[in-house]
């Protein structure tokens, strides 16, 4: 296939797009490296991609790019790129969010309408059902988002709809339910806890550690991505991982696989739900999907390749004398 990875720098859209490449699908990527995060780590997460001639790198806004150009022949839009980020959502910072994950996916909306492709695929998040009435959760069930990140992922899922219902955009919006893995960004909980206990730094824990989570590895999203653009199935879906995990047993897990790290345990954010768990019937039906990898497995990935960039760090300071 022809693809179009939106955001394609970041944590997602990285192993995404080295996905398709290693099947053979040409990709246009597109990212403007915001500085939600240092964008040297999103440079770095394109290396692999790049070495493929079958890879073009487009660095722009996606408000500003030549979107209907780039659109024009592609099989699939894959349009991961957003404002991640439950906690600088609020106040000031949501004119933000309002730029970049409702304006930006209206605009690929309207350029895939334009140009004609087969299939839109939009990355929504868990974050949509806020504390939800029934666990696990179903796409039936009414969106209640606590946060005004929440907010902005629905809205994009309304679009979607909006455009498949009015212009006949095939269009399927994965509501992805705590992605981790190798690259993962380094704000989010998981990254945070495996670089304290590799490094010897200390873990803050928002929350008492009583609070679940569905936990996703990052290999499994992206064969759902590959697999719903492949198929007829157009709406909304969750990809979840299939264990309901506490933080408290995770932070048991991860010392396990690492060693003993120490915690710091603050007051629970605002705008962070309670608990999370998918209902994937609607996934599994409509294009086959299943979670595969389980949360030690994929802890275990993210242990080992911490400690490779540590030790990669660490060689880096022996050869410049401790300079970097």
């Given amino acids: 296939m022809r693809c179009v990875v939106t955001g394609v720098a970041g944590f ?20 403007c490296l915001t500085d939600y995060y240092d964008p040297r780590r999103k440079e770095q997460n394109l290396r692999g991609a790049l070495e493929h001639d079958t890879f073009r790198w487009c660095r722009d806004d996606l408000l500003q790019a030549p979107l209907v150009d ?18 600088p959502s609020w106040g000031r910072d949501f004119a933000t969010y309002l730029s970049r994950n409702v304006l930006a996916t209206q605009a690929v909306l309207e350029a895939a309408r334009q140009a004609g492709l087969v299939k839109v695929v939009y990355a929504s998040s868990s974050s949509v059902y806020g504390d939800a009435e029934s666990y696990p959760t179903a796409e039936t069930l009414r969106p209640q988002p606590v946060s005004p990140y929440g907010v902005t992922k629905l809205a994009g899922e309304h679009l ?11 269009t399927a919006s994965l509501r992805l339910f705590t992605v981790y893995g190798p690259r993962q960004r380094p704000d989010m909980a998981f990254s945070r ?30 064969r759902a991505l590959r697999d719903v653009a492949r198929s007829g199935f157009t709406g909304v879906a969750n990809i ?6 506490s933080m408290n047993e995770v932070l048991h ?21 309670r608990d999370t768990a998918a209902d994937t019937q609607v996934a599994c039906r409509g294009f086959g ?24 760090t660490s060689e880096s300071l022996f050869r410049t004398g401790g300079r970097l």
């Fill in 193 to 222: 806890l495996v670089a304290a206990a590799v490094r010897g730094g200390v873990f803050e824990l928002y929350g008492s550690g009583t609070q679940t989570r569905d936990f996703t590895f990052v290999a499994d999203v992206v």
């Fill in 253 to 273: 897990l991860v010392a396990e696989l690492a060693g003993p790290l120490e915690v710091r345990r603050l007051p629970a954010a605002r705008g962070d739900v």
């Fill in 12 to 31: 997602v859209g990285s192993h995404l797009c080295e996905s398709l490449l290693s099947w053979g699908d040409e990709v246009v990527g597109i990212d």
């Fill in 70 to 87: 780039l659109f024009t022949g592609a099989d699939v839009v894959f349009h991961l790129a957003g404002q991640p980020g439950v906690r």
């Fill in 240 to 245: 979840g991982g299939g264990s309901r995990t």
């Fill in 289 to 312: 999907y299943a979670p595969r990898v389980s949360l030690r497995e994929g802890l275990a990935s993210m242990v080992e390749a911490e400690r490779a960039t540590t030790g990669a």
């Fill in 160 to 170: 979607c709809e909006l455009y498949r219902v009015a212009f006949g955009v095939p």
